[in-house]
């Protein structure tokens, strides 16, 4: 797992954007998601605002919110019903007013533009992280294996190495 800068600094000619998407994701993720989705959501408004250029120098703030959370539901099978949180994406996409094409496609310009694919372990949930099987993957010798059965020296050197997101057996990181 290659960690990424979970960092809420932005440019300074990005702070105005930053602020007007980041109220809304907050506001959304406080009525229907909970407190995990918003700080991911902040620090994906963040790292793209760090991107140069930045993509959301073009769009609506809406628009723009609504593919970051789109995005991170994406992650974090939001869309699944024997998930919790659960939203579907048409309820997603309503509730920033934009159309779920709308939605889904400005998802897709997030997890371009972010590296982002399923089950990525740098915008999964952390109460969630212990079932992410990705967040647990090392190459050891030329052999992909769960870093969560190999001994603690092992899981030690991982973590050291940000290959992996905590030691299993105390949680640390």
Known sequence: MTKINKSEKVPKQ???K???IVVLTDTFCNEHLNEEYAQLARQAVAALCRKRPSPLIQGRVNTWACGIIYAL???NFLFDKSQEPYMNATDLCEGFGVSKS???AKSKAVRDALD???MDPNWYLP????????AWMIMVDG???DARKMPREVQEVAYRKGLIPYIPENKEG
């Open 18 to 20: 930053f602020d007007a």
């Open 102 to 104: 709308t939605g889904s």
């Open 73 to 75: 539901g994406y992650v």
């Open 14 to 16: 990005m702070k105005a």
């Open 143 to 145: 052999f992909i294996i």
């Open 116 to 118: 982002i694919v399923p």
């Open 127 to 134: 109460s969630k992280m212990d079932d992410n099987p990705m």
